[in-house]
């Protein structure tokens, strides 16, 4: 059974601040990875994915991929009120299914 | 453009009624498609997936069943609801990259 792991927070920074969420998983053979985004009450929005070691950006958005290390973060930069919500990371799981881990949730405060 | 509807929004329903929980999608043919039950502070949980019609893959045993009676139509139900059925219910479709998630269904079993 494959897993993703998150720490569950929450994760509390100041508006402007870097936010960084971390990510970790079982699977060494996993080859894409999905950031999703929950605010209370809503369901998951995609927000991030990444299939290459190193960085990839996407606004203020940072997604980082260590395969040897077996983790993935999300860096939010100048971090927003508006950014707070429970962020969930995503793994292949088998055939065409995603394993989540159980979010962290951010708290950004003005 | 792909959109992905589910309904209805809310659901309060008694011990030992049924439940019936519809999902459409639009604008893709032969999606596969998911539902995920997310339990309150807890992480989403796939329950079933379906790659074709007709064709049921269920991941966890339990008094839900799902049915596929149309390509782009994803049916949950139970015969009789349980207590513990109580949650937030996402309908998934796999896009081109990741999951998009439908608004969801908060049912709450009394």
């Known amino acids: 059974q494959k897993e993703v792991e998150q720490n569950s927070g929450p994760l509390s920074v100041p508006e402007g601040a870097i936010a960084s969420l971390n990510c970790t998983y079982s699977d060494r053979g996993s080859q894409s990875f999905f950031w999703y985004r929950q605010y209370s009450g809503k369901s998951p929005e995609l927000i991030m994915f990444?299939?290459?070691?190193g960085d990839k950006e996407d606004g203020r958005f940072t997604a980082q991929l260590n395969k040897a290390s077996q983790y993935v973060s999300l860096l939010i930069r100048d971090s927003q009120p508006s950014d707070s919500a429970t962020y969930l990371c995503a793994v292949p799981g088998g055939f065409q299914k995603l394993v989540f881990g159980t979010g962290t949730r951010l708290l950004v405060s003005p | 453009s792909q959109t992905i509807h589910q309904w209805p929004a809310t659901l309060v329903q008694p011990v030992g009624s049924p439940l019936s929980l519809e999902c459409t999608v639009e604008g893709t043919s032969n999606p596969n498609l998911y539902w995920y039950r997310q339990a309150a502070g807890r992480g989403l949980q796939l329950l079933f997936y379906s790659v074709g019609i007709g064709q049921i893959s269920s991941e966890v045993p339990q008094n839900l069943s799902a049915s596929r009676p149309q390509d782009r139509q994803f049916i949950l139900s139970s015969k009789k609801l349980l207590l513990s059925d109580s949650g937030f219910y996402l309908c998934a479709w796999d896009g081109d990259y990741g999951y998009t998630f439908g608004s969801g269904t908060r049912l709450t079993v009394v």
């Open positions: 990444i299939y290459s070691n």
